[in-house]
């Protein structure tokens, strides 16, 4: 199984909003709503913020959101602020019974 | 509360093989569906999925490292351990246990904190 497919890097100004694609293929994004949202701060464990596609865990704020198409996720930010700043992670549950995880997106405060 | 520990050596020597460690609390490995997850993120890089294994000792194992690792739980203990064969510098990471919650659910709600293992002679 292949990593799902982040963009490198997302950057925007405190305030705005951002938005993180996820692609991946039929057989795990796009087959299941098993989706799952990681953000990592440098140093520390992963941290779930979204699960099955769009659902947020107590305590997660409601500026995240995610949302998917086919065979791609995507997780938006709005109201960008400075503890956004992090990588971030999705992942999928696949139909070999196995997850995988995305290639990581480092959002950018300006 | 449910908290997650790893534990481990810091550095072993290639060909070796890596045992990791998962202390647990808060959960019980006998609940339906329940499942502790292994995953790794070697320096400046991404998650990596390795494993899991279920409340009934079912398995799985990410295809690409299958032949090198093995799960198994202590329930008793509350203890999960994966042992990772013939080490290689490029297996230098962190590594991450997690809590999987009960059926109908895909994703880790829990992480330990993560042990760093590094791989040289």
């Known amino acids: 199984q292949s990593a799902l497919t982040q963009p490198a890097s997302v950057s925007g100004s405190p305030g705005q909003s951002i938005t993180i694609s996820c692609t991946g293929t039929?057989?795990?994004?796009?087959?299941?709503?098993?989706v799952s949202w990681y953000q990592q701060h440098p140093g520390k464990a992963p941290k779930l913020m979204i699960y099955e596609v769009s659902n947020r865990p107590s305590g997660v704020s409601n500026r995240l959101s995610g949302s998917k198409s086919g065979n791609t996720a995507s997780l938006t930010i709005s109201g960008l602020q400075a503890e956004d700043e992090a990588d971030y992670y999705c992942s999928s549950y696949t139909s070999s019974t196995t997850y995988v995880f995305g290639t990581g997106t480092r959002v950018t405060v300006l | 509360q449910i908290t997650l520990k790893e534990s481990g050596p810091t550095l072993v020597k290639p060909t070796q093989t890596l045992t990791l460690t998962c202390n647990f609390s808060g959960f019980s490995l006998n609940t339906g569906g329940v499942a502790v997850g292994w995953i790794r993120q070697p320096p400046g890089k991404a998650l990596e999925w390795l494993a899991l294994?279920?409340?009934?000792?079912?398995?799985r194992y990410s295809p690409s490292l299958k032949s090198r690792l093995t799960i198994t739980k202590d329930t008793s203990k509350n203890q999960v351990v994966l042992t990772m064969t013939n080490m290689d510098p490029v297996d230098t990471a962190t590594y991450y246990c997690?809590?999987?919650?009960?059926?109908?659910?895909?994703?880790?709600?829990?992480w330990g904190q993560g042990t760093p293992v590094t791989v040289s002679s």
């Open positions: 294994i279920y409340w009934d000792a079912d398995k």
């Open positions: 997690a809590h999987k919650a009960e059926s109908g659910y895909a994703y880790f709600d829990y």
């Open positions: 039929s057989s795990d994004v796009g087959g299941y709503n098993y």
